[in-house]
Nanobody, 122 residues
Framework: QVELVESGGGLVQAGDSLRLSCAASGRTSSNYALAWFRQAPGEKREFVAAISRNGGNTYYADSVKGRFTISRNNAVNTVYLQMNSLKPEDTAVYYC???????????????WGQGTQVTVSS
């Protein structure tokens, strides 16, 4: 069992930056691929970024490529999402997810956090 707790969301203006954190407790996070998803009101949950268990491989949705960076620190069981040049269309609840297998770019993850709200005003 893995528990995931996100933090770092908030209200910012377009062009600003935010860094989300997701702390994992329970089993060692290095055993899991980790990812960020987001869900806007009335929309399906969508993939944002993912990182392999050792951090050697990262994956991004086209909509955030070049603006967002995913990273992890297995020593403290935490995954991060650095979000730069934020746009109003980035407004959503952001979820952290963990998967005890290789990275996938779908919602087929085993564990989910409760989400953190990111709101970008124009």
């Amino acid at each position: 069992q893995v528990e995931l707790v996100e933090s770092g969301g908030g209200l910012v203006q377009a062009g600003d930056s935010l860094r989300l954190s997701c702390a994992a407790s329970g089993r060692t996070s290095s055993n899991y691929a980790l990812a960020w998803f987001r869900q806007a009101p009335g929309e399906k949950r969508e993939f944002v970024a993912a990182i392999s268990r050792n951090g050697g491989n990262t994956y991004y949705a086209d909509s955030v490529k070049g603006r967002f960076t995913i990273s992890r620190n297995n020593a403290v069981n935490t995954v991060y999402l650095q979000m730069n040049s934020l746009k109003p269309e980035d407004t959503a609840v952001y979820y952290c997810a963990a998967r005890a297998r290789v990275v996938v770019l779908t919602t087929l993850y085993d564990y989910w956090g409760q989400g953190t709200q990111v709101t970008v005003s124009s």
